[in-house]
């Protein structure tokens, strides 16, 4: 498959099951707001090193948020829902409650509970303050207040969570280190507007694609040598000749359908750069199909829109 | 007309206890079963039928037409369903209930909403005494659902009151709040003296500061984002928090260790 010059080659982004949730910050400013969200999902770019991968959905006009400020909807995401009722409350307490002006809401309603002000209201060492009014039968979620220097900061008990999906990707091959850049931001840029997703890596690029494995012992992973222009030759590789840089993205969701339409998404947005803006080819990183359950098939998502569950 | 309706046929000679005759009971019963159904006025029980005339199709709604101040326990131990009123009632209207709607369109007498844990009780007039308090020799009142008074309330209102909320759009009389645990009043009028006196946990909402005992603190006033969350979040509410950013925040009863709060706006 060819599209305006570039290649679609025939292969597929295998993604795992990961638990995600949904928090909504919000703040005084915007840009508090945008800092505590940065901060909220700051080093969680890979559950192998993180413990979890997060990032900011986007951003909440005053009318969109519970208190009627301005806010940032995060998802944060673990390989199970034990994992995730850990790593949610300790950023939350390092990076929220300590952020100016801040409060954090639930941002799903079903599933099981990931705790919220449920863990972190003892900081206020007994002078936290529960509410849970509300609802049409007074049956309202439960929120905190916890005194704090600068004022209270107020947060609901805890959150919902989903069975969503990570890993979810592709890689763009360009001729050169520049225009594989511009090829990623514009990617980016488009797909950040899809709901339901995030972009965990940095500026939601990744340079350093790993495969599983290594000749090391104790590395889970290390660099993916078949996309490394510069060992060209020296391995298998998987990139022609006029290949001289590859960035990958990666996306994690709530659902199959999210990450589906995001890779969608970004790869169009790509591929209207085309070949004229140094663009070869679009891959995939994947496992040979063997370890997850999620296969997003590049040339079935660019024809159809959809790919498939293993 | 969907659901019962219970038409007086006369002025009640005595005081008659509806209690237990809620939707979810007379749901399933025929309108002859209905009638025959006996209920306590005065010192004996008389059919259904002597005091009311019964008419309509059970669905779990019932209405009782004309109401009367010596209508006692209507609505008292609803779980679901709705009951309409379209007058005023006597004392424990909605008394134990734990769901359900319970709409009054004139006055309530006592112990309106008393030790209720669910539900919704909307009141057009005025309530009694100990509206939402906890009944005689209970030790918790209201402590879930919401009641609503249109009007004013009399004395003791939200007394030990557990949980849920309480608005009550006029004044409220002596006493409110007292020995509250937890839970929510929100007053749109004045207040009553005594006001939250050993109060231990909860929040009065008041548009301006009344006098308090002597255990109560005045913190200050304070920009409080759970105003905006609950103005938003809590119809209920909103009409008094609307407009709030800031309240005066005065905490008690500290003569019992208590953390209460009084919440008026500023």
């Not at chain 1, 220097?149 to 959150?159: N, R, Y």
């Not at chain 2, 004395?155 to 608005?167: S, V």
Request: glycine share 18%; net charge negative; aromatic share 4%.
């Amino acid at each position: 498959m060819i599209l305006n010059g570039v290649e679609i080659r025939d292969t597929f982004a295998e993604a795992f099951p990961m638990v995600g949730t949904r928090l909504i910050i919000t703040a005084d400013t915007p840009e508090w707001a945008l800092i505590a969200g940065r901060t909220t999902t700051g080093f969680a770019t890979s559950v192998i090193g993180c413990g979890c991968e997060a990032g900011i959905e986007r951003t909440l006009n005053p009318e969109e948020t519970p208190d009627g400020r301005p806010g940032v909807s995060l998802l944060i995401f673990a390989m199970d829902f034990g994992s995730l009722k850990k790593v949610v409350p300790l950023r939350l307490g390092q990076c929220v409650l300590t952020c100016p002006t801040t409060a954090c809401y639930a941002g799903i309603d079903t599933g099981k509970r990931v705790p919220l002000a449920k863990t972190i209201r003892y900081f206020a060492d007994g002078h936290q303050i529960s509410k849970k009014i509300g609802g049409s039968k007074g049956e309202g979620m439960r929120f905190w207040r916890l005194p704090v220097m600068e004022g209270e900061f107020v947060c609901d008990e805890d959150t919902g969570s989903v069975e969503g999906v990570g890993g979810g990707n592709f890689l763009i091959l360009a001729r050169s280190r520049g225009e594989a850049l511009k090829a990623a931001e514009t990617a980016v840029a488009a797909m950040v507007q899809v709901p339901g997703i995030i972009l965990p890596f940095p500026g939601g690029v990744v340079r350093s694609g790993s495969k599983v494995g290594s000749k090391y012992k104790g590395l889970f992973a290390s660099t993916n040598d078949a996309y490394c222009p510069t060992l060209r030759g020296t391995v298998p590789s998987q990139l022609p000749d006029e290949v001289g840089s590859v960035l990958e993205i990666v996306i994690d969701g709530m659902s199959f359908a999210a990450v589906a339409e995001a890779t969608r998404v970004g790869i169009t947005a790509v591929c209207a750069i085309g070949a004229e803006g140094g663009v070869v080819a679009i891959d995939a990183g994947n496992y040979g199909g063997n370890l997850g359950p999620f296969h997003f098939k590049l040339r079935e998502i660019m024809q159809n829109g959809a790919g498939e569950t293993a | 007309m969907t659901g019962v309706s219970l038409k007086p046929r006369a002025p009640f000679e005595a005081r008659v206890d509806l209690s237990g005759l809620t939707p979810e009971v007379t749901g399933p019963l025929s309108l002859r079963e209905l009638e025959h159904r006996e209920v306590p006025c005065g010192g004996r029980s008389v059919k259904l039928a002597e005091l009311f005339f019964v008419e309509g199709a059970p669905d779990g709604v019932l209405l009782v037409e004309l109401g009367d101040v010596r209508l006692d326990g209507v609505g008292a131990g609803m779980t679901k369903g709705e009951l309409i009123v379209d007058g005023t009632v006597g004392a424990h209207a909605g008394r134990g209930m734990s769901g359900g709607m319970l709409r009054i369109g004139g006055d309530a007498g006592d112990f309106l909403g008393s030790e209720m844990s669910g539900g919704r009780i909307e009141l057009a007039g005025n309530a009694g005494s100990h509206a939402g308090a906890a009944g005689s020799g209970a030790r918790r009142g209201l402590s879930g659902g919401v009641l609503q008074i249109g009007g004013h309330a009399g004395p003791h209102a939200a007394e030990r009151q557990r949980g849920g909320l309480i608005t009550i759009a006029g004044d409220a009389g002596e006493g409110l709040a007292t020995g509250m645990i937890a839970g929510t009043v929100s007053v749109g009028g004045t207040i009553g003296p005594l006001a939250g006196r050993g109060m231990k946990r909860g929040t009065i909402f008041v548009n301006a500061a009344p006098e308090l005992p002597a255990g109560f603190i005045d913190t200050g006033t304070h920009e409080l984002v759970a105003l905006r969350l609950i103005a938003r979040r809590v119809p209920e509410l909103s009409a008094l928090l609307g407009g709030w950013t800031r309240a005066r925040r005065i905490v008690g009863d500290t003569l019992i260790g208590g953390q209460g709060e009084v919440l008026a706006g500023a």
